[in-house]
């Protein structure tokens, strides 16, 4: 079945250092792709989605971009801040509307 | 606009006690979902509605009633809720429920639920 997979956290970083926080997936065909993020006592909020192979997501600053090859969907960003600090969820979309998503990646940033 | 609004946002009920959680969408989303979310965890898929009917059950337990009496509006109905049921219970909803497509689902804040 399909699968999302996201590096273990928690991740902390300084303000505006560099930010990867790296997802891989298993699925036939073509899934679409999506990072979700989701602040502390809220729900979850879309931050970018990409639906086909070498399509670029990009949002407030985030960057993603959907490599078949590798069956990857890394989200970056070249300067974070303390407002960034949440939970970011990759999840993968496939027919069925299912989504399936990652173990979540708790991310702090520290000013 | 990709609003999508629940209330309430913080219930604290009794194990004998009846509730119900509330979504509301006004984007023309034919698709209504309900998720539960535990903490530290992601959201776990309870039910689907497309265009007002139920499509997916995730083998819930039938303490868990769903209604969507219209295309804007989907509830949850608890009844005999048990601790272990605290959670957030997310709403989401996406445009168009068609076979073999699959669109962006877009979610509410939450309602917190805490079962004593």
């Known amino acids: 079945g399909n699968s999302v997979t996201q590096m273990e956290g928690p991740v902390t970083l300084s303000e505006e250092a560099f930010l990867t926080i790296n997802c891989t997936y298993t699925a036939t065909g073509y899934p679409s792709l999506f990072w979700y993020v989701q602040y502390p006592g809220e729900g979850l909020q879309l931050l970018l989605k990409a639906t086909k192979a070498d399509d670029k997501g990009s949002n407030k600053g985030f960057e993603a971009t959907y490599r078949k090859e590798t069956t990857s969907f890394h989200l970056e960003k070249g300067s974070v801040q303390v407002s960034d600090s949440a939970v970011y969820f990759c999840a993968l979309i496939q027919g069925a509307q299912k989504l399936v998503f990652g173990q979540g990646t708790r991310l702090t940033i520290n000013p | 606009d990709t609003e999508v609004t629940q209330t309430p946002k913080h219930l604290v009920m009794g194990m004998t006690n009846k509730k119900s959680l509330k979504c509301e969408q006004h984007?023309?989303?034919?698709?209504m979902y309900w998720y539960k979310q535990k903490a530290k965890k992601p959201p776990e898929l309870m039910f689907v509605?497309?265009?007002?009917?139920?499509?997916i059950n995730e083998s819930v337990p039938s303490r868990f009633s769903p209604e969507c009496p219209n295309s804007s509006l989907l509830n949850l109905h608890l009844h005999a809720l048990q601790p272990e049921d605290s959670a957030l219970y997310l709403c989401?909803?996406?445009?168009?429920?068609?076979?073999?497509?699959?669109?962006?689902?877009?979610f509410g804040p939450g309602t917190r639920l805490t079962v004593l």
């Open positions: 984007m023309g989303h034919r698709a």
């Open positions: 989401a909803s996406s445009q168009t429920p068609l076979a073999g497509r699959a669109d962006t689902q877009y």
């Open positions: 509605y497309s265009y007002e009917k139920l499509s």
